[in-house]
T-cell receptor, first 114, second 108 residues
């Protein structure tokens, strides 16, 4: 138990569906992150939020829409995804944003796009 | 081209054997982290090495940072089935960059 909880753990969706991934952290951290993990590829940082403000968007397609209503919750809204978006989506949190701060990861949501 | 190359990509060994995985780059990092990701879980930080030539030990795991701070290795002595997982290295400069990982399977 890392203190970062992601739901759902598994998600199958069609390309025309709309779904959302949820992340909640119980560590009192102020920064939250979304990563994409594909087989045989490095973790790709997607978005960073610091004190609820988005501080980084790494050229992520607009079909991925993040939302951070408070420092403890992070959502990733998905719509009209493509099969190549199938991957493990990991959420992480740290005390504040920045690569020097230790990140704690959730177990991820395994997404399959049909 | 990946910033951090990890090798081998896959490693399967018998319980009790030793193993070494490598993390190489042409870039210099201020520090380097090693994570283990068990099946169905997220990555968990094992260690951070900061100084060139630094060696850190965590029970049966030995981590070394290259003198030039471009590469690192992880050595596991007398591997156990509980060591099974994906080992990720991540280099820190102005951002954290991950390698693709080495999948280690330790057979009982």
């Amino acid at each position: 138990e890392t203190g970062v909880t992601q739901t759902p753990r598994h998600l199958v969706m069609g390309m025309t569906n709309k779904k959302s991934l949820k992340c909640e952290q119980h560590l009192g951290h102020n920064a939250m992150y979304w990563y994409k993990q594909s087989a045989k590829k490095p973790l790709e940082l997607m978005f960073v939020y610091n004190f609820k403000e988005q501080t980084e968007n790494n050229s992520v397609p607009s079909r991925f829409s993040p939302e951070c209503p408070n420092s403890s919750h992070l959502f990733l809204h998905l719509h009209t995804l493509q099969p190549e978006d199938s991957a493990l989506y990991l959420c992480a949190s740290s005390q504040i944003a920045g690569p020097k701060n230790i990140q704690y990861f959730g177990a991820g949501t395994r997404l399959s796009v049909l | 081209t990946q910033l951090l190359e990890q090798s081998p990509q896959f490693l399967s060994i018998q319980e009790g054997e030793n193993l070494t995985v490598y993390c190489n780059s042409s870039s210099v990092f201020s520090s380097l982290q090693w994570y283990r990701q068990e099946p169905g879980e997220g990555p968990v930080l094992l260690v951070t090495v900061v100084t060139g030539g630094e060696v850190k030990k965590l029970k049966r795991l030995t981590f070394q940072f290259g003198d030039a701070r471009k590469d690192s290795s992880l050595h596991i002595t007398a591997a156990q089935p509980g060591d099974t997982g994906l080992y990720l290295c991540a280099g820190l400069d102005y951002k954290l960059s991950f390698g693709a990982g080495t999948t280690v399977t330790v057979r009982a």
